[in-house]
């Protein structure tokens, strides 16, 4: 099992950016496939991105494409987000979520282990 705490949430102005990182902890030698999920009040949890063990294969969800980006350095079990131009639509909890395997995933039902989450609000 993998623990995840996310790290970096907060108010944002609308233009603005945002970078979020995710620490993992699990038995030694594991591997996971990564991603980042949100959930805005009164919606359902929406993919942001995603990533795969060897972070050669990243997959973006179509409301964050082109304006983010998914990193993870796996010597120091940390994965990143960094998001620009936000608009306050994008204003969600924001999760860390991994998987077992070295595949990258592209749904939030594909992720077995969250993190706690990480508000973001993006004010007009």
């Known amino acids: 099992q993998v623990q995840l705490v996310e790290s970096g949430g907060g108010l944002v102005q609308a233009g603005g950016s945002l970078r979020l990182s995710c620490a993992a902890s699990?038995?030694?030698?594991?591997?996971?496939?990564m991603g980042w999920v949100r959930q805005a009040p009164g919606k359902e949890r929406e993919f942001v991105a995603g990533?795969?063990?060897?972070?050669?294969?990243?997959y973006y969800g179509d409301s964050v494409k082109g304006r983010s980006a998914i990193s993870r350095n796996n010597a120091k079990n940390i994965m990143l987000l960094q998001m620009i131009s936000l608009h306050p639509e994008d204003t969600a909890v924001y999760y860390c979520?991994?998987?077992?395997?070295?595949?990258?995933?592209?749904?939030?039902?594909?992720?077995?282990?969250w993190g706690q989450g990480t508000q973001i609000t993006v004010s007009s």
């Open positions: 979520a991994a998987r077992p395997g070295l595949g990258a995933y592209t749904s939030p039902v594909d992720y077995p282990y």
């Open positions: 699990g038995p030694t030698g594991s591997r996971y496939a």
């Open positions: 990533i795969s063990w060897s972070g050669g294969s990243t």
